[in-house]
């Protein structure tokens, strides 16, 4: 019943999750089931497979997918629209400001101001840009495949 809701879905909203299918991207898209015993919604994840031939989405992009007129396989029912949110890292779309879990990270440094900074605490200004560390240590964008057995070769992409 959950698939039926998604694939009913024109537009979707969705974060990309590691997958090792070609041409394609995974999504997982937040949906709200009702409980008709205790009439509240509860979150649940829905699993959307949507086409991406130039594998433009890395794990953690925030993406708005749209369903294709035709299926074009069994799971890819959708295509990438538009890359809303790269690297998950979220803008408020009214402020134009960025946002740290549910606060605006000038509220953040403004409170680290007035009660004083940590020497743990992270800082934002100072911080490469996010996907700095591809090839490094992520290799998100590289293309994965599933390692069946050991043949004494070096296989850095294997999952």
């Given at each position: 019943?959950?698939?039926?809701?998604?694939?009913?879905?024109?537009?979707?909203?969705?974060?990309?999750?590691?997958?090792?299918?070609?041409?394609?991207?995974?999504?997982?898209?937040?949906?709200?089931?009702?409980?008709?015993?205790?009439?509240?919604?509860?979150?649940?994840?829905?699993?959307?497979?949507?086409?991406?031939?130039?594998?433009?989405?890395?794990?953690?992009?925030?993406?708005?997918?749209?369903?294709?007129?035709?299926?074009?396989?069994?799971?890819?029912?959708?295509?990438?629209?538009?890359?809303?949110?790269?690297?998950?890292?979220?803008?408020?779309?009214?402020?134009?400001?960025?946002?740290?879990?549910?606060?605006?990270?000038?509220?953040?440094?403004?409170?680290?101001?007035?009660?004083?900074?940590?020497?743990?605490?992270?800082?934002?200004?100072?911080?490469?840009?996010?996907?700095?560390?591809?090839?490094?240590?992520?290799?998100?964008?590289?293309?994965?495949?599933?390692?069946?057995?050991?043949?004494?070769?070096?296989?850095p992409y294997a999952v």
């Amino acid at each position: 019943m959950a698939l039926a809701a998604a694939s009913k879905s024109l537009l979707l909203l969705g974060e990309c999750v590691p997958c090792l299918k070609h041409n394609a991207s995974k999504f997982k898209v937040r949906r709200f089931e009702l409980d008709t015993n205790l009439l509240m919604y509860f979150r649940t994840w829905e699993f959307v497979y949507a086409l991406d031939p130039e594998k433009k989405c890395k794990t953690g992009d925030v993406v708005l997918i749209e369903k294709c007129p035709e299926q074009l396989t069994r799971l890819i029912t959708h295509k990438v629209k538009e890359i809303v949110y790269p690297h998950g890292d979220v803008i408020d779309p009214l402020t134009g400001k960025k946002v740290v879990g549910g606060k605006f990270r000038d509220h953040v440094e403004a409170v680290n101001r007035i009660y004083g900074k940590t020497a743990t605490a992270f800082d934002y200004d100072s911080a490469p840009d996010r996907g700095w560390l591809e090839d490094i240590k992520d290799f998100s964008h590289v293309d994965t495949y599933v390692k069946y057995h050991e043949n004494g070769e070096d296989q850095p992409y294997a999952v």
